[in-house]
């Protein structure tokens, strides 16, 4: 997510070790309806028809961009968004307030993943994900799963970075049995926000580790006898600027990430051909970032509302791909 990325590396600080009596924990730990309570008195919710930087499709195989409804969007900052395949079930991490520093993220109980699950065409309230104990501090986001795995970042005891990649298991309806990604994939390979390629065999991931063409990179591992290889750099579509938050088709034959555009984040796609990813092209620009897509090919992302400089608050947006025919 644009907020989250590794600028939180300070909140490590606050989480080594922290820790509360059972009778210390908030009202708020365990409620779900405290998410939108803790939002600001005063806040506006920013529309599409007050959005001074609305998002710019650049394609004619989608309709134009819209934010999905409250209960997933509110006044708030909604973010970093995940689209089950089958399109039925929506992860996002949210904040009630983006003017706040990462380490009051931390204690105001509510900031973090939620999932929300679409039942007969309407967005169910989102639920919070607990990653872990209530009285151990964490902020998780940039989340990715497939099947029962979850893999997710997060600052918090037992890291070696101030952010590390983790994973949990989903396992008699939670999702437990978290764990550390491992020195590997976190000090050595230095790995950001990733995607994991349905066959399980190929790691998509954004880094600035060294050798790379400048900045955030992609990078991709290839699983071998159970062990994630050296990263190659995926040449074809990285520049000095920053490329990051990957996203691959379940077929493997498209690369959709996030750079900038005319100054401000925006999505683009790699094709693969012949086995090579092929130059990108954008698709939706002015602040759209972080894509996920669904089978039917509709993208998800984060839409982050500015006027004169300054962030408002964030949306999950969705552009439906054109059926045949439209």
């Known amino acids: ?37 803790k939002i ?91 990653l872990q ?15 029962n795995e979850m893999w997710f970042c997060s600052a918090r005891e037992g890291n070696y970075r101030g952010v590390d990649m983790w994973i949990a298991e989903f396992i008699d309806g939670r999702w437990t049995n978290w764990r550390n990604a491992g020195e590997l994939l976190n000090v050595e390979y230095e790995i950001g926000e990733l995607h994991i390629t349905a066959d399980g065999t190929e790691m998509y991931f954004h880094s600035d580790r060294q050798g790379g063409k400048g900045k955030l990179d992609i990078w991709v591992t290839r699983k071998v006898g159970g062990v994630w290889q050296e990263p190659e750099n995926v040449e074809a579509v990285n520049t000095a600027e920053n490329e990051g938050w990957p996203f691959i088709t379940q077929d493997g034959n498209e690369l959709w990430f996030h750079r900038n555009h005319m100054g ?26 972080e894509p996920s897509l669904d089978n039917e090919g509709n993208i998800y992302f984060t839409h982050h509302f500015f006027r004169d400089g300054v962030m408002l608050e964030a949306d999950i947006y969705v552009a439906y791909r054109k059926t045949d025919g439209a």
């Open 1 to 37: 997510m644009v907020r989250f990325v590794w600028l939180i590396a300070i909140v490590a600080v606050l989480v080594m070790g922290a820790g509360c009596p059972a009778e210390d924990v908030g009202p708020c730990v365990y409620p779900d309806a405290c998410r939108e309570s």
């Open 133 to 147: 104990e209530p009285c151990h501090l964490a902020l998780d986001g940039c989340l990715f799963v497939e099947g």
């Open 40 to 130: 600001p008195g005063g806040s506006v919710k920013v529309t599409p028809e007050t959005d001074a930087h609305p998002p710019i499709l650049h394609t004619d195989e989608y309709e134009e961009p819209v934010p999905l409804p409250h209960p997933i969007n509110t006044a708030g900052g909604e973010d970093s968004a995940f689209i089950t395949p089958d399109g039925n079930t929506l992860y996002v991490w949210f904040t009630p307030d983006v003017t706040v520093p990462p380490e009051k993220q931390l204690l105001d109980e509510v900031t973090g993943i939620y999932v929300s699950r679409n039942v007969d065409g309407q967005w169910q309230q989102p639920e919070r994900l607990w």
């Open 264 to 289: 401000s984040p925006a999505i683009f796609r790699s094709r693969k051909v012949d086995n090579e990813w092929q130059e990108p092209e954008v698709i939706i620009s002015q602040f759209a970032a």
